[in-house]
């Protein structure tokens, strides 16, 4: 059968003005799949997530991203935004005197070109936020404002639900969370990948999230490129005997 | 300043950025000749027919304008020339109380505008200043029988001279600063309020600020006595057409806020980038009253005003919350005075300005507490936006403190619109635009909140006028 999305890195390379991070780095997701980039730290992980979604501190040298084939190597954030593509940031910023709930709704009616009304929205949100754990007086806090550690991941998944991407790069979205707020983020990570079919490029640094969320890929990167893939035991061995096996046979 | 869509349409596709740009026709009753001298002040008392103290007030304060020197801190005021304004513009022969008998051309300009509508739907009176004169008011009938008195200036003089007589120029005294001075000796318009003990406005009472013509000075004064116990919220708006040639804005504004009263005096300004604004505000607050100063600074050349607030009874409270905007070749130089005068008292102040396109903004501040001010509480935070290189901000607090019992906090803050706040909003789906003017609301939103809804509304999308355009 063939995949409904694709989303293809082709041999690319960036980095910022000094120094070269991404080395000929490809990769092919399909929509439904959901893949795990591991790596020490350092190895350029979080930039290949913020090069793909198109952050101004980076620049491509070369290479390709096509998105459903289209080339979106160049696009501004926005607009691989409205094309389907979602990141969810390590540290999530905060705005002061935004709320949460009308930014979304920005969001939302800017990508799809519609206009949803506030409380139609609200429902929306408030379902997402009821699996998510979140409190309604969250959701009308401004962005991100006075957030736990745990509460900003949780907000990023919850805009993950509202946007359904076709893609979406998640980097260390299980980091600083307790095991329970990792239990509630994981399973609604599983349920909105179940209904929506996107395809889910994780970044993690444990094993720990893989037991809620079954990769079907697992990849090592090793100074700005994939050096291994594998399937769903990679990630375990990994965890248990480290990156150096890998990275010496280089 | 709420204004009505279809003239909304005419105004941005007409003037672009400033929507208040447009300049009315009309052929004035009167106007002074430009220099600025005893013979000037005299015809301007005569043309109101005033009382022959407040003819030798103005004289004297003439007398004390000429003697003070420029302030050589604040903006550049050397660009004033003082011997080519207009001081004095009276565009029709009196007051109105019914639109149908103003001039046509100046109905479109305050129809334009949006404040006829506003009028009609969330105002319990309005009164309509053109260049010199108040040329309509109008005040809910219900208020007229408990006593409201809502007037201009002028007609206030001479129909209640007593209030005058006991309070006129007494919180701000001509010899307070050279533009105060000014004010006192060429005065014209402005608004006289007096809400009587016990009595509450709760609807807003508005006043309107129109500047026409080029080159003139626009020198309102306006009076606000709350009488015990009683509340009054009054919106003043201020606009000025677009022209090559310098304008004075000058006006001076005293209030007395009785014992257990409360006045909250709300600004909105959006002047044309040709105007110099120097506006003295002052407020007298006694036992357990309350004074709160919402302003909102967009526009002018220089703007320099530091609404003030003495709590001189027992328990009095003062607040300032104000938002400041300086924008290409031009100076906020904006703040705030408080005056501890009394055991118990608090006051609040919150400052925010947005610098952007090599925009100046300043914070100046004052707290004094006096000897004997026990147990006083103050709090001041300012916080500046800087949205680029060129823009620079400013903070210059002062504090005086003569007694030992007291608790004040003070906060500053400067932040930019950072690329990681950009990408973070761009990356949901959100235009740059968006996301910028997003970012500038959101740091204005808690002085927005200060703001009766409709003016809120109507603030936010002069914010994000004002953003076209300033980020790339």
């Not at chain 1, 101004?56 to 160049?74: A, C, D, H, S, V």
């Not at chain 1, 935004?81 to 709930?101: K, W």
């Not at chain 1, 399973?187 to 929506?196: D, G, L, P, Q, R």
């Not at chain 1, 996107?198 to 079954?214: A, D, E, P, W």
Request: glycine letters at 6%; aromatic letters at 8%.
């Amino acid at each position: 059968m063939t995949p409904k999305h694709t989303l293809e890195i082709k041999s690319l390379y960036a980095g910022t003005k000094d120094k070269k991070i991404i080395k000929n780095l490809s990769l092919k997701i399909n929509s439904g799949e959901i893949h795990v980039i591991m790596g020490r730290n350092g190895s350029g992980k979080s930039t290949l997530l913020n090069v793909l979604m198109g952050h101004p501190k980076y620049e491509i040298e070369k290479g390709q991203i096509l998105l459903n084939r289209k080339n979106i190597t160049k696009l501004s954030p926005d607009k691989k935004a409205e094309d389907g593509l979602f990141m969810s940031f390590q540290h999530p910023i905060e705005i002061p005197g935004v709320s949460l709930t009308n930014f979304l709704r920005t969001a939302k009616n800017s990508i799809t070109k519609k206009h949803i009304s506030p409380i139609e929205f609200l429902e929306q949100i408030k379902k997402y936020a009821k699996l998510l754990k979140m409190t309604d007086s969250q959701i009308e806090r401004s962005i991100n404002q006075g957030f736990s550690g745990g509460e900003k991941k949780k907000s990023e998944i919850l805009q993950m639900a509202i946007l359904e991407p076709k893609f979406a790069l998640l980097d260390e979205i299980d980091s600083g969370l307790d095991i329970d707020a990792l239990k509630s983020v994981a399973n609604a990570i599983k349920e909105i990948f179940k209904k929506t079919k996107m395809g889910l490029l994780l970044i993690t640094h444990y094993q720990r999230i893989l037991n809620y969320i079954t990769p079907d890929f697992v990849h090592i990167i090793h100074d700005g490129k994939i050096i291994k893939s594998g399937g769903k035991t990679l990630a375990r061995e990994l965890e248990k005997n480290g990156y150096e096996k890998y990275i010496s046979k280089k | 300043m709420a204004i009505p869509k279809r003239t909304k349409r005419l105004i941005d596709t007409t003037f672009g950025d400033y929507k208040f740009g447009f300049k009315s026709k009309v052929d004035n009753y009167f106007v002074s000749h430009k220099h600025l001298d005893n013979t000037l002040v005299k015809e301007i008392s005569e043309q109101k027919k005033e009382p022959l103290w407040m003819t030798e007030f103005r004289i004297k304060s003439l007398e004390i304008f000429n003697k003070k020197p420029l302030p050589t801190w604040g903006g550049d005021l050397s660009r004033i020339n003082f011997n080519t304004l207009h001081y004095y513009i009276k565009p029709q022969d009196s007051t109105k109380t019914a639109w149908n008998k103003v001039d046509p051309n100046i109905q479109e300009a305050f129809d334009t505008l949006g404040i006829r509508e506003a009028e009609k739907e969330f105002l319990a009176g309005l009164g309509a200043q053109f260049d010199s004169e108040v040329v309509y008011k109008s005040v809910q009938d219900a208020l007229k029988d408990k006593g409201v008195i809502f007037d201009s200036t002028d007609n206030a003089l001479r129909e209640h001279p007593e209030f005058f007589k006991e309070y006129f120029g007494k919180i701000v005294p001509a010899n307070d600063n050279k533009f105060a001075a000014l004010n006192s000796a060429v005065w014209s318009g402005g608004t006289f309020i007096y809400v009587p003990k016990g009595v509450h406005i709760d609807l807003p009472l508005q006043a309107y600020f129109r500047m026409n013509t080029e080159n003139m000075g626009q020198f309102e004064r306006t009076l606000i006595i709350a009488d015990e116990g009683s509340s009054v919220h009054y919106i003043e708006g201020c606009t000025a057409p677009i022209s090559s040639s310098n304008s004075l804005h000058a006006a001076v504004v005293e209030i007395i806020v009785k014992k257990n009263a409360k006045v909250k005096y709300t600004t909105l300004q959006d002047w044309a980038h040709n105007i110099y604004n120097l506006v003295t505000k002052r407020a007298f607050v006694y036992e357990n009253g309350e004074m709160i100063w919402v302003d909102c600074n967009m526009g002018s050349r220089l703007t320099m005003k530091y609404p003030a607030i003495y709590l001189l009874g027992q328990g009095a409270k003062g607040e300032v919350h104000s938002l400041a905007i300086a924008s290409k070749n031009q100076h906020q130089d904006a703040g705030s005075k408080i005056v501890h005068g009394a055991p118990n008292t608090s006051s609040l102040v919150s400052a925010k300005s947005i610098s952007k396109d090599g925009g100046r903004s300043s914070y100046r501040g004052l707290v004094k507490v006096n000897k004997g001010a026990k147990n006083i509480k103050s709090k001041i935070s300012c916080d500046a936006l800087i949205l680029d290189k060129n823009s620079r901000s400013d903070t210059y607090p002062l504090m005086k403190i003569d007694e030992e019992e007291v608790s004040i906090a003070h906060e500053a803050t400067v932040s930019k619109i950072g690329e990681e706040e950009l990408f973070y909003l761009m990356s949901r789906g959100i235009s740059e635009q968006e996301s910028s003017s997003m970012i500038v609301n959101g740091f204005a939103e808690p002085i927005i909140k200060h703001l009766p809804m409709e003016y809120a509304i109507e603030l936010n999308r002069l914010l994000e006028l004002e953003m076209t355009g300033s980020v790339g």
